[in-house]
């Protein structure tokens, strides 16, 4: 079918438009039509070349990613070599080389392309007669790969040149780049599928370019500046670098915008230094910036020595990164109490200072990273960043390098420290023991939210623990009159004050005494609701981190806090102590608050039961005590649960822990207010008054009535006209003789079990 002219109109039209925004977005950062408006023009295209497939030719802004991945890359001999830049490190090294270029030439000032140095993959794109012909890796400088389907990925490599009549031949060579933005997306989604970490964006720009799936290097986001140009054939060109680099940005290659024209060493030095301070800031990554000498005749004049040309220098940054050797690793508390594990390291020269430290962040980072003592690591310092260990050279690492184990005490104070193995650990839990934080605790204990001890202020306490009579509030109980008047400047008359005003505070309420504790995030609110929540202290000392989960607005850092602190025995010790000398409390009155099977059974958050599935389990159960002993089987047939969800529930509930927890609740007084979805079902048994009468064969009287109760039923002792139901047992006696006579229906236990399930089918939700 040959192709209608007015497609092929259509079909250019579309190209130059797509290209066009491709340009915008890609290299110019500067969009002028909404991404949905591109992809009706991408989609359109896609449309039109499936409709007539000698369209779709590899120029097409659509034949970007497209046939099969490839075994190997073919050789590529370039026409020119791609040559190596001689480097400077030193402000006098660049002013030599101004030198030797005046000296060479004859002149008096020389003019200069700058432009910065990237940090990436170096490449030649060959174009002929304006098409993307071949690309190719810099190789070893006279031969490369040839990686044409992964550069045709990269959206602001033109496939297609705008030049018209196009140029026979084109040449361009440039560096291959991956956005910092980009290298830090892909390393997070490289661990969250487990995959390699690359340790800089220009490994990672590299390990794309080479990948044999040209898929994965478009999925990579891989950007391109160009830096120069070689061949050219059918063509004039300008004389200088400049205007070679301006022509190549009317050709549609993204061309840096940080590059100028400078003239004499002054203005080397000064573009070297004013990249510097940029260089942060910039979306990829540079090592330096690269002066040229612009006139291009001066150019081949200079000519080259070895494999780098004379007429150009690459002024390096110090170097961000270096390797060294992990001497040691220790912790480090800061002023919160936070612990950061650092590496001790061989001191080493890396962005422009000495580093003997490098901060492994956490030891989760410790663990990921794998830095053992004795390594040899990679340690960055960009900027004024403090240093950090990029990762392990492991092909360095030694027979004897040790594992770093965080310390499990308190750094402070040498107690346990919150968190337990596998977490990062925060802070000491000491509250009532820590020697770095004993006065604080007893200042708090003694405060006017807590016990409330009037007249023992900071400087009372700062006597009282440096003269050794305290060292925690339970020894506060311990004091009497004599000794307290032996202190400094204290009369008599005020150590009996004191003494009566501790003994005042015995009398508190359990509120007060939780947060007199000074449990590490449990404040005076936390405090009441934990009073409240569990009446008294021996349930809160045993409640589970989930079952602190319920009381109201406790997240699970301060049930953890909470947790962590009644289990160190020093605390539990000091809490003796105090009950011991006579500290009371009133109970907390409240107990959990009442909520809703349904919304009870979503709270405990079973894998794969939502909302409405624990409405459904709610309604029909017969209460929590039955769901926690039922099979899978039953939850299938019952409610209809399918087999994973089933044996999900049943899983739940046959763990201890959590049947602990339910437990804990229960003991508590959680009590649950009728089901939204029952209220108002048709329920045979739910408003029904029953007596029970005789002995029942499969459970207890007492049995029934909990069944009959959790079902809405009500269970009454002695018959009248208002029994709904008597339930007969063997041997029923006088209650069934009534039953009879006034006409009330009589069930077996047949019966009753009948209209217990009825009632489970009536409650039944689909
Ligand atoms: S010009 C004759 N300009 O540096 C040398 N190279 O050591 C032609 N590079 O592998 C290179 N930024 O990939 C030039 N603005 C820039 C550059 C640059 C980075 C890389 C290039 C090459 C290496 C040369």
């Given at each position: 079918m040959s192709v209608p002219a007015n497609v092929i109109k259509q079909v250019r039209a579309l190209r130059d438009a797509i290209e066009l925004h491709n340009y915008r977005y890609y290299?110019?950062?500067?969009?002028?039509?909404?991404d949905a408006e591109y992809d009706r023009l991408f989609r359109e295209l896609q449309e039109l070349e499936r409709k007539y497939?000698?369209?779709?030719?590899?120029?097409?802004?659509?034949?970007?990613v497209g046939g099969v991945p490839l075994t190997e890359f073919s050789p590529v001999t370039h026409r020119t070599p791609m040559l190596s830049l001689n480097n400077a490190f030193e402000g006098e090294e660049v002013v030599a080389f101004d030198r030797r270029i005046r000296e060479q030439l004859g002149v008096e000032v020389v003019e200069y392309a700058v432009e910065p140095k990237f940090d990436g993959a170096a490449v030649s794109l060959s174009y002929q007669n304006g098409l993307l012909a071949q690309g190719a890796t810099r190789g070893d400088g006279y031969t490369g790969e040839d990686v044409t389907t992964n550069l045709r990925t990269?959206?602001?490599?033109?496939?297609?040149?705008?030049?018209?009549?196009?140029?026979v031949r084109l040449e361009v060579r440039g560096e291959v780049l991956m956005l910092k933005r980009d290298f830090e997306r892909l390393n997070q989604e490289q661990a969250r599928k487990d995959e390699k970490i690359f340790a800089n964006p220009r490994n990672a720009a590299a390990g794309s370019l080479r990948q044999l799936d040209p898929r994965i290097t478009a999925s990579r986001h891989l950007t391109f500046f160009a830096y120069g140009l070689e061949g050219v054939e059918g063509r004039t060109l300008p004389r200088t670098h400049s205007a070679l680099m301006d022509f190549l940005v009317t050709q549609k290659f993204p061309v840096c915008p940080e590059r100028k024209v400078v003239r004499g060493v002054q203005g080397l030095l000064d573009y070297y230094r004013s990249i510097g301070s940029k260089r942060e800031t910039l979306p990829y990554d540079i090592d330096g910036v690269v002066y040229k000498v612009n006139d291009l005749d001066q150019q081949e004049r200079m000519g080259f020595v070895a494999r780098a040309p004379r007429f150009a220098l690459a002024h390096k940054f110090p170097a961000e990164e270096a390797t060294t050797e992990v001497l040691d690793i220790d912790v480090q508390v800061g002023r919160t109490g936070a612990v950061t594990p650092v590496a001790r390291l061989r001191p080493v020269f890396v962005g422009g200072v000495t580093v003997t430290n490098a901060t492994l962040h956490n030891e989760d980072e410790v663990r990921r990273k794998d830095v053992r003592i004795g390594d040899t690591v990679i340690v960055r310092r960009a900027g004024d960043v403090i240093p950090e260990v990029?990762?392990?050279?492991?092909?360095?690492?030694?027979?004897d390098a040790r594992e770093f184990v965080m310390p499990?005490?308190?750094?402070?104070?040498?107690s346990k420290v919150v968190r337990l193995p596998g977490e990062a650990i925060s802070r000491c839990?000491?509250?009532?023991?820590?020697p770095a934080q004993r006065k604080q605790a007893i200042l708090h204990f003694a405060s006017r939210r807590a016990m409330?001890?009037?007249?023992?202020g900071e400087k009372r306490v700062d006597q009282l623990v440096d003269n050794h009579l305290?060292?925690?509030?339970?020894?506060?109980?311990?004091?009497d009159v004599p000794t307290v008047a032996?202190?400094?400047?204290?009369a008599e008359l005020s150590a009996d004050n004191l003494v009566k005003a501790i003994e005042a505070g015995k009398r508190t309420t359990l509120a007060r005494f939780i947060y007199a504790?000074?449990?590490?995030?449990?404040g005076d609110a936390t405090a009441k609701e934990l009073a409240r929540f569990f009446g008294d202290l021996d349930p809160l000392i045993d409640a589970d981190e989930q079952t602190l989960?319920?009381?109201?607005?406790?997240g699970p850092e301060v049930a953890q806090s909470i947790v962590q602190f009644f289990s160190e025995p020093h605390n539990r010790k000091v809490i003796a102590q105090l009950r011991a000398a006579g500290v009371r409390w009133e109970r907390g009155e409240g107990g959990p608050k009442k909520t809703t099977l349904a919304q009870f059974i979503a709270r405990?958050?079973?894998?794969?039961?939502g909302p409405s599935t624990a409405e459904r389990l709610a309604v029909g159960s017969g209460g929590i005590e039955r769901l926690m002993q039922v099979d899978a089987q039953t939850l299938q047939e019952?409610?209809?649960?399918?087999p994973n969800a089933a044996r999900s529930v049943v899983e739940y509930f046959r763990s201890s822990k959590n049947r602990k927890v339910i437990k804990q609740l229960l003991n508590l007084g959680l009590t649950f207010t009728e089901n939204a979805g029952t209220a108002g079902k048709p329920s045979p048994v739910r408003g029904k008054t029953f007596v029970l009468t005789g002995t029942l064969q499969s459970l207890t009287r007492e049995e029934a009535k909990e069944k009959i109760e959790a079902l809405g039923g009500k269970v009454t002792g002695s018959v009248s006209k208002k029994t709904d139901y008597v339930v007969a047992g063997a041997e029923a006696g006088s209650k069934l003789a009534k039953a009879q006579e006034l006409g009330v229906p009589v069930l077996d236990e047949e019966g009753l079990m009948k209209l217990l399930s009825g009632s489970v089918r009536g409650g039944r939700q689909k």
């Open positions: 290299v110019l950062d500067a969009p002028i039509i909404p497939p000698e369209l779709a030719v590899p120029e097409s802004p659509t034949q970007r990269i959206k602001v490599v033109p496939l297609r040149l705008p030049a018209d009549p196009p140029p990029v990762s392990v050279v492991p092909d360095r690492r030694r027979t499990r005490v308190c750094p402070v104070c040498g839990s000491g509250g009532l023991y820590c409330d001890i009037q007249g023992l305290v060292e925690t509030p339970a020894d506060l109980y311990r004091l032996r202190l400094e400047r204290m504790l000074g449990i590490p995030d449990v989960r319920y009381v109201e607005d406790i405990l958050e079973i894998p794969g039961i019952e409610f209809d649960l399918p």
